[in-house]
């Protein structure tokens, strides 16, 4: 629970009367508000930890709040965001090597992400590594490499300890450096930020679409 008394005062505000947010505004409220209950540091553990290999939102979300309750504890906050992260990604690797028919399959298609995730099966190869950290620190759907990696290394029968352990690191970068940069710019720039995101929501989400295509474009022709 934040120590900031004022917690509660930063919460999204309500949509306006008669008008029923929109589908993704209302599923971005529910994560964001576990930020304004005891259970707020559990919260961003599963939902770190869900992102990397099955669940839609990112923990950015959650994280963001966080800091602003309580920018003192904004790193702290960022660790547990990358460990749990990192922790969902390798278990998204192990769902694609263990488990890809049962529960992986059922995930990418869920996703719609069949196409992305052909090519991303195709691609890894030799350039693992480098395509993880890509993932883990862009918009790129990160669950979509993580269970990638797993299926690739399935194939190919790669040495597990090498595998697993540049996975990590790349992971670790990628996800560190994302987090940690989040909370740099609250701990400097604070609540016009929050706000900012709450009130242009959707067109955040619209820029997110455009950076998400322009990112697979570079992987895809460029990198």
Not at 125 to 151: D, E, R, S
Request: contains cysteine; glycine residues 8%; charged residues 15%.
């Amino acid at each position: 629970m934040f120590e900031n008394e004022k917690a509660a005062e930063q919460a999204p505000p309500p949509a306006s009367p008669g008008k029923r947010p929109h589908l993704f505004r209302r599923f971005y409220y529910w994560v964001l508000h576990w930020a304004y209950t005891p259970y707020a540091v559990p919260a961003l553990v599963l939902l770190a930890f869900a992102e990397s290999s099955f669940f839609p939102v990112p923990p950015d979300v959650l994280l963001i709040a966080m800091v602003l309750g309580n920018r003192l504890r904004g790193f702290r906050y960022a660790a547990i965001c990358t460990v749990s992260s990192v922790a969902g990604g390798l278990a998204g690797a192990a769902i694609g090597y263990y488990v890809w028919e049962f529960v992986g399959a059922p995930i990418i298609h869920f996703y719609h992400y069949e196409e992305q995730f052909k090519w991303v099966t195709e691609t890894l190869g030799a350039n693992m590594n480098l395509y993880i950290f890509i993932a883990a620190f862009t918009p790129i759907p990160y669950k979509v490499f993580t269970i990638a990696a797993g299926v690739v290394a399935y194939n190919e029968q790669v040495q597990m300890l090498p595998f697993v352990a540049g996975f990590l690191v790349a992971s670790a970068v990628g996800r560190g450096g994302r987090f940690f940069l989040v909370t740099a710019l609250l701990y400097w720039f604070g609540e016009r930020i929050r706000w900012f995101i709450d009130k242009y929501f959707e067109w955040c989400l619209l820029a997110f679409g455009i950076v998400l295509v322009g990112a697979f474009f570079v992987i895809k022709y460029i990198l």
